[in-house]
């Protein structure tokens, strides 16, 4: 009877998980056949791009081995994972265009959810982007607005004053009104390149997943999800100028437009293709000497954007999250310019809490604070030896003193490319300290939320700017900075 009592239980336990994986098998298909569908035709043809980029790539790789072998007749770590290695993805997600090096941008900023060793290799995937031909510009202008250029611009500049991954900015001047804007124009055919690579992606994370239950630990469709809802939001422009009137609002509901500003949009001008917005005049913070020339005292122009940016934290409904050299400006009338809100992120009321904690610790040098602010802040299922992990946060936090302060002096065109190449030098030596950071406290099996690495990232850039502009400022004691939302 116990025998039988254990079979019959043993065959429920079987019957059930088999109903349970035909269930989500089912729900499998149907999530593959609804996603297959909103891709349409392009998804077909990505494919076959995309095995002529695994082929390509595949055929490097081979090269490589047989190179290595003939020479010292092995295969070295570093090329045995194949194309699934740091360098060989790298350059396969190069070949396969401007999605898969906007997901390699997302892995390199994303310590927290990467391998370090890819969040290293994927830096290179921040480099300046090869523009498209103006005639290709012109045409999508025509498409969005309908008639001529010449009937709504005066001129446009067909020499672009910036390239990205999805999108290219030109400078052009307003017909009747003489006034000037910046046109930030979608590459062509980029937001079906982009849609049917996200599904696929999504595709593989659910099979994955489904044939590895074990993955849903790691949560790795909520990361793709979370991938393709970012990336989507920042090819729809519309959404980017919801964001620049939302920080424009807070800049006006707090009174502080005589100290800052963004870009006016035109919304009669502008499309979820191109965004039409008012062209500023002045110089990123890195650049020293032109910013001694329009100011008597850089440190209180400093002091100034760090308080709108931290203000803009809790009291805006979403803050700037990318501050680097390209973005952040001071304008010509005295004015800090924030630009580009492609970017942004939201913080919780808990992740704000602990991160208040953490910044009063950094001030004050107290690592045993910093590091509980830390395991608060993290998720983690074991204990944490709070003085360990307080000596290894102070070697990190020692070395932000070795980060380059290099000086940005160039005029015209020299400029673009003198602040293109800083933004580059800026995201790597900040995501490489970053990465310090979370690879000891993973190491104490801390995991953080990802909007602490955009908290994070965006003070390093300051601290950089503290640095340059103000060296004897602390900006996170100085009572002339509210940091704190109490104070605030």
Request: aromatic content about 10%; overall charge negative.
């Amino acid at each position: 009877y116990t025998l039988f009592a254990r079979y019959s239980q043993s065959q429920e336990i079987f019957t059930s998980r088999t109903q349970d994986r035909l269930q989500n098998l089912s729900v499998l298909l149907e999530d593959i056949i609804r996603t297959s569908l909103s891709t349409g035709p392009r998804g077909s043809i990505r494919l076959a791009q995309g095995i002529q980029a695994v082929i390509g790539v595949g055929s490097e790789w081979l090269s490589d081995v047989s190179k290595v072998v003939n020479t010292s007749g092995g295969i070295p770590s570093d090329l045995q994972f194949g194309l699934l290695s740091p360098l060989y993805l790298r350059k396969l997600f190069e070949r396969l265009g401007a999605t898969y090096i906007k997901l390699g941008q997302f892995i390199a900023s994303a310590p927290t959810l990467f391998p370090p060793e890819y969040v290293q290799e994927f830096q290179y995937c921040f480099d300046r982007a090869p523009p498209v031909p103006f005639k290709e510009i012109q045409s999508i202008l025509r498409e969005e607005f309908g008639r001529p250029i010449d009937a709504v611009f005066e001129f446009v500049d067909p020499e672009p004053i910036a390239s990205a991954s999805i999108a290219q900015v030109h400078v052009a001047r307003i017909r009747g009104t003489q006034e000037d804007v910046v046109l930030k124009v979608l590459k062509p055919g980029i937001e079906d390149i982009l849609l049917a690579d996200l599904n696929f992606v999504y595709i593989v994370a659910r099979i994955m997943e489904f044939l590895s239950p074990d993955l849903s630990r790691a949560s790795l469709v909520a990361i793709v999800k979370d991938i393709r809802e970012s990336m989507l939001e920042e090819v729809d422009f519309k959404k980017e100028a919801s964001n620049v009137e939302s920080f424009r609002r807070y800049l006006e509901a707090m009174g502080l437009t005589r100290q800052a500003t963004a870009p006016k949009i035109y919304h009669h001008y502008s499309t979820k293709r191109v965004l039409t917005m008012e062209r500023l005049y002045g110089v990123p913070l890195t650049d020293l000497q032109s910013i001694n020339a329009l100011v008597p005292n850089p440190e209180t122009s400093l002091i100034t954007a760090l308080n709108i940016w931290f203000g803009s934290l809790l009291a805006c409904e979403s803050f700037h999250a990318d501050v680097h050299a390209g973005n952040l400006w001071l304008l010509r009338d005295g004015r800090i310019g924030f630009l580009d809100f492609g970017i942004v992120g939201r913080i919780s009321p808990k992740t704000w809490a602990a991160m208040e904690v953490f910044l009063g610790s950094l001030a004050t040098e107290d690592y045993i604070s910093m590091a509980s602010s830390l395991v608060d802040m993290g998720a983690t299922n074991s204990y944490v030896d709070t003085h360990a992990f307080a000596r290894d946060l102070e070697k990190i936090f020692s070395s932000i003193q070795n980060l380059d302060t290099e000086i940005v002096v160039a005029t015209g065109r020299e400029r673009t490319a003198a602040i293109s190449a800083n933004v580059v030098v800026d995201e790597r030596q900040m995501n490489a300290l970053f990465l310090d950071l979370v690879r000891v406290s993973e190491s104490y099996g801390l995991k953080f939320p990802r909007e602490f690495a955009l908290l994070m990232k965006q003070l390093l850039y300051f601290d950089r700017y503290t640095r340059l502009l103000a060296p004897n400022l602390n900006m996170l004691r100085d009572q002339r900075i509210n940091i704190a939302s109490g104070r605030r």
